[in-house]
């Protein structure tokens, strides 16, 4: 059910709009032009174009709406020692627990004795059961060691391993949206296997090549629900946050043990098979252009909360895709900003999309859904600083 009709609409007065940050989240020379630019929009057009009753009858009917549950998908690989069991097995275990604090559904594979049925074989049947077509994510993390032959890369895992092919034929089915987290060494064909419309792809490795132990995987499980990953301060972290932090932290290591990287995570999520590194960003801002036109990496990832604020949490499904959409629109336009771009048609093409997003947050303010509190007062989210 697409919600558009319902949003194009103005209305004269003034509105008492705190965007949310990530649909600020532009340059800092963006911001100072684009306030003034929705204010006299609404100042210039006093005509009242849409009905704001039929608004408000579908965001009521909308709220009725029992949420969807997103689902996680955590599979823990052969460790090869010891070690790395209780490592991986540590990170897993933060995966879950972010699972709790959202209310997801968790499945976690390679932890119980393996009986008849193989990881590789189990992994099939869960992600055959789960629903293909509904609003909430599914997000698969994969954690274990990867290789790499020269033609496909595997994940490794008790008993037979799971190609990025296999996985691509699995997971070709889902219409919803998904993430697939590979912390593997040797992960990044994984990207040119899975990347799809509607996907996040991410890989802890630029190269099948790294072959290395990978650690990205142990810093990217602790920035999912970490306040320091929350670089626009929504309360809540991104999945495009916690993959630049758990970059730099990966970074970070290296450098403090005076060893060379021998890992550098990808993103991909404009489904172009190629994954873009943390080094691309500013901020959240990737401040690099893709080749041949292509909208940059990030501009979905910013849109996944596994552990959404309260805001997030209670947002009618339909409107949250109406609002991501605007979201994706308005970043993309900022992206495409250069310095030949007509800063008129600019503002003309970027106002009426601020626009409707205001009205989108107002309404569902007036709805009841836009109380913003922490969804986890309990330990102070959104109100830490950086690191
Ligand atoms: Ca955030
Ligand atoms: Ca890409």
């Known amino acids: 059910m697409s919600v558009t009709g319902f949003f194009t609409f103005r209305r004269h007065g003034a509105l008492s709009f705190n965007p949310k940050p990530e649909a600020m989240a532009g340059s800092r020379m963006d911001r100072p032009r684009a306030a003034p630019a929705i204010a006299s929009g609404f100042g210039l057009n006093e005509e009242v174009v849409g009905c704001l009753t039929a608004l408000t009858i579908f965001l009521a009917a909308l709220g ?33 627990t972010a699972a709790r604090q ?19 074989d189990r992994l099939a049947e869960v992600l055959r059961d789960e629903p293909k077509d509904i609003e909430a994510a599914l997000w698969l993390v994969l954690i274990g060691h990867g290789t790499f032959d020269g033609r496909k890369a ?10 990025g092919t296999e ?10 949206p998904l993430v697939v987290i590979n912390c593997a060494s040797s992960s990044a064909p994984f990207i040119n296997r899975l990347s799809a419309e509607n ?38 972290t991104s999945l495009l946050e916690a993959f630049l932090l758990a970059s730099r932290k990966t970074q970070e290591f290296y450098e403090q043990e005076g060893r060379l990287a ?21 901020g959240t801002r990737a401040v690099r ?96 600083a950086r690191e």
């Open 199 to 236: 996907r996040v792809v991410i890989s802890a490795t630029k190269s099948g090549y790294e072959l290395n132990f990978a650690r990205f995987g142990d810093h990217l499980s602790a920035a999912m629900t970490q306040e320091s990953a929350d670089l626009d301060k929504d309360e809540q």
């Open 262 to 282: 021998t890992e550098t995570a990808l993103l991909d999520d404009n489904g172009d098979g190629l994954g873009t590194p943390a080094d691309w960003y500013q």
């Open 289 to 384: 252009q893709a080749k041949d036109e292509t909208t940059v990496d990030g501009q979905l990832a910013r849109l996944f909360h596994l552990v959404p604020n309260a805001q997030e949490a209670e947002m009618p499904p339909a409107v949250r895709r109406r609002r991501d959409a605007l979201e994706r629109q308005i970043a993309e336009l900022r992206q495409s900003k250069g310095e030949t771009t007509n800063p008129d048609e600019y503002y003309a093409k970027l106002e009426p999309l601020m626009v409707e997003l205001a009205r989108l947050y107002e309404e569902l303010k007036s709805a009841g859904n836009g109380e913003s509190k922490a969804a986890k007062p309990e330990n102070g989210r959104g109100m830490g």
């Open 154 to 163: 595997k994940f490794n895992l008790r008993g037979p391993d799971v190609t």
């Open 64 to 96: 009725a709406q029992a949420a969807e549950q997103p689902t996680l998908v955590v599979v823990v690989g052969a460790p090869g020692a010891a070690e790395y069991q209780r490592q991986f097995d540590a990170w897993a275990d933060r995966w879950e």
């Open 167 to 176: 996985l691509a034929e699995w997971l070709q089915p889902f219409k919803r």
């Open 102 to 120: 959202a209310d997801a559904k968790c499945v976690r594979l390679g932890r119980e004795s393996p009986d008849t049925t193989s990881d590789r």
